[in-house]
């Protein structure tokens, strides 16, 4: 199975756009790289998910190069209001009767200073 | 909008009692998750249903056992309650598999 590593932390300054680096050397063929943002006393929330090149959605980016054994989320021009911890996922998203698993990693907390 | 309640968020109990985690979600999905979380160790998968009455054990499912009658609601039953089992508590269903919606979770404190 895959496993993820991420850094524990990040800082940064408002207006700036942050990357944080996702390595998943094991990768599967099948596996699909999710990004979720979590807030303090809430739930995960989904950001972004991609297999393979480059996903942009209105908050995010997502790079995948080739070999698909890192993943780089990018958030661009960042506020206060993005300091939160980032969690890496790796694996095929559970469906009915799908024993693969989605490996999260330890997440990434974000400091976004003034 | 999705919308995934947990039954409290913020729970005491003592040690072996009987404890019940509810979750119920409103968008007809498939897919209901249990997980816990701690400081240090992120995420862990307790049980996972992919249909009522059908579950799969996750990555750390001793000491639990879950139940799921109707679609929408999915529970964690902790038969004996330890300490070790305090932590965070975090229910989240998806549509078969698509992103994970997550409750707002139930941090349980077992004394």
């Known amino acids: ?114 | 909008d999705v919308k995934v309640t947990q039954s409290s968020r913020y729970l005491v109990k003592r040690t072996g009692e009987k404890v019940f985690l509810e979750c119920v979600q409103d968008m007809d999905h498939e897919n209901m998750f249990w997980y816990r979380q701690d400081p240090g160790l992120g995420l862990r998968l307790i049980y996972f249903s992919y249909d009522v009455k059908m579950k799969e054990k996750g990555d750390i499912p001793e000491g639990y056992s879950v139940s799921r009658e109707k679609k929408e609601r999915f529970s964690l039953i902790l038969e004996s309650a330890s300490t070790n089992q305090t932590s965070m508590y975090l229910c989240a269903s998806s549509w078969r598999g698509d992103e994970q919606f997550f409750g707002p979770g139930t941090r349980l404190t077992v004394l």
């Open chain 1, 1 to 114: 199975l895959a496993k993820t590593t991420q850094p524990i932390s990040m800082d940064s300054y408002e207006g700036q756009e942050v990357n944080i680096t996702c390595s998943h050397n094991n990768i599967a063929t099948n596996d699909y790289i999710t990004w979720y943002q979590q807030f303090p006393s809430q739930g995960p929330r989904f950001i972004i998910q991609g297999y393979k090149t480059k996903v942009t959605n209105e908050v995010a980016s997502l790079f995948i190069p080739a070999d698909r054994k890192s993943s780089t989320l990018s958030l661009p021009r960042v506020s206060l209001s993005d300091t939160a911890v980032y969690y890496c996922l790796v694996g095929v998203p559970y469906n009915a009767g799908n024993n693969r698993k989605l490996i999260w990693g330890l997440g990434t907390s974000l400091a976004v200073n003034p």
